[in-house]
């Protein structure tokens, strides 16, 4: 909704904090089982793509498109076709805005639930442009442990990104580490052996849903601290594999 001008401004008031935004999200979901919506959605994320790239965004977070169930027999093949079809129109703009699209696992039934079918996507995608966003707690929360789905997943995550959150597996509660039934020890040495070189990107903001504000500046501090235990225990690892 704004122009080139405006995001500039906006990298610049980044960058003289010192601060690197190394990755954005696309709006979702990304379809709607109204065609209108769905082409309305697209340029959506294709100006997306455009405000990220202008940030300075190495890459963009693009979610499959759900606007089916997945789990009806023949919906399967249907959205696989449809979501090859769609990111592959993504490709020219990816191109030409100089950014990745990161594919993301998400949480519910569709052609990116399982590390099989992430897998599958990306390969018959075949382009450079594209990377893998792993979520850790969508991926527990779908009923795989997120250290073998990385494994699986392997080099197609080496120069991705991760959504790092914790759930009891029942809700995808989107909380700090170690508050839910991730075992974070074991994510921490499969992202070594893959040779993982991303960031370890928060998407665990309701941990702080309760919390008083007066308390937000100490809790932002724990989290701080967990992710750079966490990163610890990544460099552990890395270390070892040498």
């Not at 073998?148 to 989107?174: F, P, Y």
């Amino acid at each position: 909704e704004h122009d080139g001008d405006y995001y500039k401004e906006l990298k610049a008031y980044i960058e003289d904090r010192g601060l690197v935004l190394s990755q954005a999200h696309a709006p979702f979901p990304s379809s709607y089982p109204e065609v209108e919506k769905s082409e309305k959605r697209f340029w959506e994320i294709v100006n997306g793509m455009r405000n990220a790239a202008w940030l300075g965004a190495p890459m963009i977070v693009v979610h499959p498109c759900t606007h089916l169930d997945f789990t009806v027999d023949e919906n399967s093949e249907i959205l696989f076709e449809y979501n090859l079809d769609f990111y592959r129109k993504l490709i020219p703009y990816a191109e030409k805005f100089g950014i990745k699209i990161a594919i993301e696992n998400i949480d519910k039934q569709s052609v990116t639930s399982t590390p099989e079918r992430l897998c599958r996507l990306y390969d018959e995608l075949n382009n450079p442009v594209f990377t893998v966003c792993f979520d850790v707690g969508h991926c527990l929360f779908q009923g795989v442990n997120p250290d073998e789905a990385i494994r699986k997943i392997g080099t197609r995550l080496v120069n991705g990104c991760t959504h790092v959150h914790d759930n009891s597996g029942e809700q995808d509660e989107h909380t700090l580490p170690f508050y839910g039934k991730v075992e974070w020890d074991s994510v921490m040495r499969a992202l070594a052996e893959i040779g993982y070189k991303g960031d370890f990107n928060y998407e665990a903001a309701l941990f702080l849903k309760n919390v008083p504000p007066m308390l937000y500046a100490d809790g932002l501090k724990y989290m701080a601290k967990v992710g750079h235990y966490l990163i610890g225990r990544f460099e552990y690892y890395k270390n070892a594999n040498k």
